[in-house]
């Protein structure tokens, strides 16, 4: 062991690290970016989540409960009136996480000292968010129902007042963590074989110079990045087949919706998935600096997502960073078409976004991609 | 002067990278047929000028044509006529030979592949000890390139463009390969090859000499050499000279090139007088002087001497 020769490895280590500029300012930005923005937007236990409560009673009782329920900071209050229709439609849709429904009898039973219902319904294609959620909706009900009772001085004669909570866990009733999970599994591998292979593939031979090669014949850029993509786009399909295999044999996973429109779905989010990684390419220099590029692609698409972490207990700005990423609507779109019916239709509002996705990725795609040398 | 015929014609090219100017004013034709040496030290600008010829890099100024086509709007047109050998070699070490000259040629959408592959295989002999099916990676350096030059003729093109196509490689190997390059310059295709090997300039029927992204020298190798007032001689030594020695008679004047031998120093001069004085000022530790061919290197020594306006060695 040579003190000398450690230090003069490590000391040229270094230099190879700082010269590579892109490769340590995406180190230095990664590092600080990812710290603050998951530091903030990751929470395994949420607030905030999104509730539409349809209310029928119209009482001071429905009043004041909404008012605590924002208050709990457990749930976010949609200040719209909605039929139970429409909130249905909205839970199954994505757009809203739980359903208060409070039947109009509900301060007669009370005031009657009679059972009150109310009915929670609740998402579970996505049960790690709910669990607080759906205690505090009883906890918050029994406490306003008995301020309401105690400022009408009227004392029934149980000892306190009866609300029953009725909780559906909707579209997943015995909450398997597993329906949950590989939906987000289909996408993640997607990402993981797709984006870093054809990254990895295109760099590749811009290192070894059979690039420049080939900008000399007649190739145009369009036929290189479809030409690079067919093969893995095919190797997509036999990864995908499999897992569906897996998740519908070994998991029992139920399709209560479309396959054309999982089909579609899968489609559009795989070829998207080749785009990211062929734009990853074009800005990479060599195969680490690609591996790297995927890398800080992927993060975000693991946790901001809605993938591990559920999307409904992020703040607001980091919904919004949620939104630009394919995977988000991959994840609604696979959740829905697996466990909430979606046909085509309900589809198609998790689909436009992913084709638009394409269409950005491939426009700065081709311009970035180097005809000339330079 | 243009003609209809010329395969290149380039006029005032030039291409700067910030405030660096790579190539300087180029001014070159090619006719068709024509063997071209393209000579000049690391970083003199051969290979940015040759990718500008076939339209790879933008030019900053100037222009020119290749095939008939314009170098800066036409380079679409260009390709399809042009075979292409890169610095290093840059096929795909994972594919066979075969494979690889079956891509190349779809690339260029030659009509009947596998017709045409086996044409290329025979003619580069690659059917030896079956190399035709050996993976690339375990070719020789030699190998290597012949494959590199096959894949830049698969489409059958009116120009090669070849960029320092025999670094590396063996003399048997490049013999072999400049063997090639005759018989295919011999069918009518121009050959534009940048080299650092004497050898293979006087091989070819033209040469150009640049140096800092100018054009010294535009003329056949014949008569570069038979222009030549360089003088060179071999003188024996009597004893070893010292370092410092060697130092003070190196930077004479009157010394062109000053190379030490085993047992005698190279020497190339301006004139035989200046020859015959330097050789003086040895004294006795000069033996025998004896006058040798003067080769392209050494012109070229004196026109790099002369641009940098002191001595360098290389």
């Known amino acids: 062991m040579s003190l000398h020769r450690i230090y003069a490895i490590a000391l040229k280590e270094w230099l190879h690290m700082v010269r590579d500029r892109l490769t340590f300012m995406s180190l230095m930005i990664a590092t600080i970016s990812y710290v603050i923005v998951f530091g903030y937007a990751i929470n395994p236990d949420p607030r905030q989540i999104d509730t539409i409560v349809v209310d029928h009673d119209k009482s001071e009782f429905s009043r004041l409960y909404k008012a605590s329920l924002q208050q709990s900071n457990y749930l976010n209050i949609d200040k719209r009136e909605m039929t139970s ?16 429904e409070i039947p109009p009898d509900f301060t007669s039973n009370l005031m009657s000292g009679k059972p009150a219902q109310i009915l929670v319904e609740a998402d579970a294609t996505d049960p790690v968010s709910l669990n607080g959620a759906i205690s505090s909706t009883g906890e918050v009900a029994r406490q306003v129902a008995a301020h309401v009772l105690r400022m009408d001085a009227l004392h029934p004669k149980a000892m306190g007042p009866q609300v029953d909570v009725r909780v559906q866990r909707r579209f997943n009733p015995s909450g398997e963590h597993t329906f949950y999970i590989i939906p987000g599994v289909v996408g993640m591998i997607l990402n993981m074989s797709l984006i870093m292979m054809t990254a990895m593939s295109i760099t590749r031979e811009k290192e070894r110079g059979s690039m420049e090669f080939m900008m000399v014949t007649p190739t145009q850029p ?8 067919i093969p893995y786009f095919f190797m997509g399909i036999v990864q995908v087949i499999s897992i569906l295999i897996i998740a519908f044999w070994l998991f029992k996973m139920p399709l209560t919706g479309s396959a054309w429109a999982l089909t579609a779905l899968l489609l559009a989010y795989g070829i998207t998935t080749l785009m990211v990684g062929i734009l990853i390419s074009t800005m990479a220099q060599s195969q680490i600096q690609a591996m790297q590029l995927s890398f800080y692609y992927m993060m975000p698409t693991i946790l901001l997502t809605g993938f591990m972490f559920p999307f409904s207990g992020m703040p607001a700005w980091a919904q919004w960073i949620s939104t630009t990423l394919p995977m988000t609507y991959f994840i609604r779109g696979a959740r829905g078409v697996f466990l909430k019916e979606f046909d085509i239709v309900d589809m198609w509002p998790n689909l436009w976004p992913i084709g638009l996705a394409f269409i950005v990725f491939l426009v700065t795609s081709i311009k970035s991609y180097r005809k000339t040398l330079g | 002067m243009s003609s209809a015929s010329t395969i290149i014609e380039v006029h005032d090219l030039t291409k700067t990278f910030g405030d660096k100017t790579v190539v300087d004013k180029l001014n070159m034709s090619i006719e068709p047929g024509q063997l071209y040496a393209f000579l000049g030290p690391n970083g003199s600008g051969k290979t940015t000028a040759i990718r500008m010829m076939c339209g790879l890099v933008p030019l900053t100024s100037g222009g020119g044509t290749c095939m008939g086509f314009d170098i800066a709007t036409q380079s679409e047109k260009i390709k399809p006529l042009l075979g292409y050998m890169t610095q290093h070699f840059s096929l795909y070490p994972d594919l066979t030979v075969r494979e690889n000259l079956e891509f190349v040629c779809r690339l ?23 190399r035709d099916r050996q993976i690339v990676s375990t070719l020789s350096g030699g190998w290597k390139q012949r494959l590199a030059l096959a894949c830049a003729v698969s489409h059958g093109p009116r120009l090669l463009l070849l960029d320092e196509p025999t670094a590396g490689v063996d003399p048997k190997a490049r013999e072999a390969f400049w063997d090639i390059l005759q018989e295919i310059a011999g ?10 090997y004497m050898d293979e300039a006087m091989r070819s029927n033209r040469l150009a000499y640049m140096l800092y992204g100018r054009l010294l020298v535009d003329d056949q190798p014949e008569r570069v050499i038979g222009n030549s007032a360089l003088v060179a001689v071999q003188v024996g030594l009597r004893r070893q000279l010292e370092l410092p020695e060697l130092v003070k008679v190196g930077r004479d004047p009157r010394v062109v ?26 004294g006795d530790v000069a033996g025998d ?13 004196h026109l790099t001497l002369q641009q940098q306006g002191t001595h360098t060695s290389f």
């Open chain 1, 85 to 100: 229709d429409q909130a249905s439609e909205y839970l199954r849709q994505a757009r809203t996480s739980v359903v208060i």
């Open chain 1, 222 to 229: 369009a036929e290189v990045i479809i030409g690079k993509m």
């Open chain 2, 108 to 130: 260029y959408g030659v009509p009947d592949v596998r017709r045409r592959v086996n044409e290329l295989i025979d003619q580069f002999a690659f059917t030896d000890l079956g």
């Open chain 2, 187 to 196: 069918t009518g295709v121009s050959v534009l090859v940048s080299t650092h």
């Open chain 2, 257 to 282: 090139r000053l190379s030490r031998q085993g047992n005698s120093v190279r020497l190339v001069a301006r004139s035989r007088d200046d020859v015959a004085g330097w050789v003086d000022s040895l």
């Open chain 2, 289 to 301: 002087v004896q006058t040798i061919d003067v080769g392209l290197e050494d012109i070229f020594f």
